[in-house]
């Protein structure tokens, strides 16, 4: 069982930067695919950003194109969402999940392990 653990969030003023990351327990991190998906106030949680095992495809949601970068460095067991041009609509609390099979599908369907999540709250 591999267990996340995010960290890297606070409070930033918009157009600020902030990098998260998500360290992973476990020697079997290289080979599961990694996502990130957030949760704002009063909302359904939402993909965020996904990387394949081996860090050669990304995908993002339409929102953060352009603004946020996912990465990973598999011998730190560690990936990576850099969030520049930040704006108080990317307030949420920020979670990172992992999957054994890569998929183009922007949906938690498959995550079958989760992080606890860390705030990221971007004030006007």
């Known amino acids: 069982q591999v267990q996340l653990a995010e960290s890297g969030g606070g409070l930033v003023q918009a157009g600020g930067s902030l990098r998260l990351s998500c360290a992973a327990s476990?020697?079997?991190?290289?080979?599961?695919?990694m996502g990130w998906f957030r949760q704002a106030p009063g909302k359904e949680r939402e993909f965020v950003a996904s990387?394949?095992?081996?860090?050669?495809?990304?995908v993002y949601t339409d929102s953060v194109k352009g603004r946020f970068t996912i990465s990973r460095d598999n011998a730190k067991n560690t990936v990576y969402l850099q969030m520049n041009s930040l704006k108080p609509e990317d307030t949420a609390v920020y979670y990172c999940?992992?999957?054994?099979?890569?998929?183009?599908?922007?949906?938690?369907?498959?995550?079958?392990?989760w992080g606890q999540g860390t705030q990221v709250t971007v004030s006007s």
């Open positions: 999940a992992g999957r054994r099979v890569w998929t183009w599908a922007q949906a938690e369907t498959g995550f079958g392990f």
């Open positions: 476990g020697r079997t991190f290289s080979s599961y695919a």
């Open positions: 990387i394949t095992s081996s860090g050669g495809i990304t």
